[in-house]
């Protein structure tokens, strides 16, 4: 039985590929797609998510969520993913409508309805639409199945500020109610993104394909590594948000260990710090299974193998 999932998301280029990667898997049942305020503001991380839906050829509602963190001022990552968000290739306007429902209140709605233990939140941006869910329904915690995130650094510390990883800055207020929540948590960090890096030779793969699905991540992928080899120095770009769909389809592709992870949120220099307890040395108990280690070459070739099947 296909494993229901909703997706939260401030699309984003690899958060794009993630979607593409979510909708063409057939163990995965996506219920719905909320957007929040991250990578840019809200209209246009609404926007990305109903044109990324509209390539895919699927048809998967797309809501609203929040469009402020919980308790500090927005801030966006234009200098990494365009203006729009999801500059590389242009999709024209999205087709798919606007769901009318707010994102927040559809998450509660679902894991009200859905039978406890059978849906998992997959959040790749920052955490403000699932704690602003908690927080208004704590019954919903106990329901939801897993929580896989992209976020957070240990031994790669930070990169947007020295010590924290962008979604976790954004709200670490809402990062720290996550981890607070006692749902069961998976963590995707920098430590294993950045290993999940693109090659020249996949992105051309990706181009030959022929399909639209095929020349947007090629597009994608060719325009965030522009940014990510100035900056790293690195063969190609780190793919952060699909590690989250790939852990769903196929988890044996990574390693990693149950520990104990914090968010600060009064560090002078380290706000918004994933705290993570990797060598065991508080008696603080786990909360997080975090991931470190990941099969690389497998990872591309579920992604490739997936996203051919997509028009």
């Not at 209140?105 to 059978?118: K, Q, V, Y």
């Not at 704590?138 to 650094?153: H, R, S, T, W, Y």
């Not at 965030?224 to 900056?231: A, G, T």
């Not at 989250?244 to 990574?254: G, N, V, Y």
């Amino acid at each position: 039985m296909a494993r229901k999932i909703i997706i939260d998301t401030d699309p984003g280029q690899d958060d794009a590929v993630a979607i593409l990667l979510a909708l063409a898997s057939p163990e995965l049942e996506v219920l719905g797609i909320t957007a929040v305020a991250g990578n840019v503001p809200l209209p246009l991380t609404e926007r990305n998510a109903r044109l990324i839906v509209g390539l895919s050829g699927k048809d998967v509602p797309v809501f609203a969520g929040c469009a402020e963190p919980l308790k500090r001022k927005l801030v966006t990552a234009e200098h990494v993913h365009g203006k729009t968000g999801l500059d590389g290739v242009d999709l024209g306007e999205p087709a798919l409508p606007l769901q009318d429902q707010h994102g927040v209140d559809f998450i509660i709605e679902t894991l009200r309805r859905e039978p406890a233990g059978t849906v998992t939140l997959v959040p790749i941006g920052p955490l403000t639409n699932i704690a602003t869910a908690f927080a208004r329904a704590p019954d919903i915690v106990a329901k939801v199945q897993q929580i896989v995130l992209m976020g957070g650094a240990y031994f790669e510390v930070g990169n947007v500020t020295p010590a924290a990883e962008f979604n976790i800055y954004v709200d670490p207020e809402a990062a720290a109610q996550i981890f607070a929540s006692g749902a069961e948590i998976v963590v995707m960090p920098l430590d294993v993104t950045h290993k999940a890096l693109t090659s020249a030779d996949w992105i051309k793969g990706m181009r030959a394909l022929g399909t639209h699905a095929g020349a947007a991540v090629a597009s994608w992928t060719d325009f965030f590594e522009r940014f990510d080899r100035e900056k790293y120095g690195s063969e190609g770009a780190p793919l952060h948000d699909p590690c989250t769909i790939a852990w769903l389809i196929r988890p044996e592709l990574f390693s990693g260990r149950q520990i104990n992870v914090e968010v600060e949120v009064e560090g002078r220099f380290t706000t918004g710090m994933t705290v993570a307890d990797w060598w065991r040395v508080t008696d603080r108990p786990a909360n997080a299974l975090f991931i470190r280690d990941i099969d690389r070459d497998g990872f591309f070739d579920l992604l490739s193998e997936r996203i051919a099947t997509l028009p």
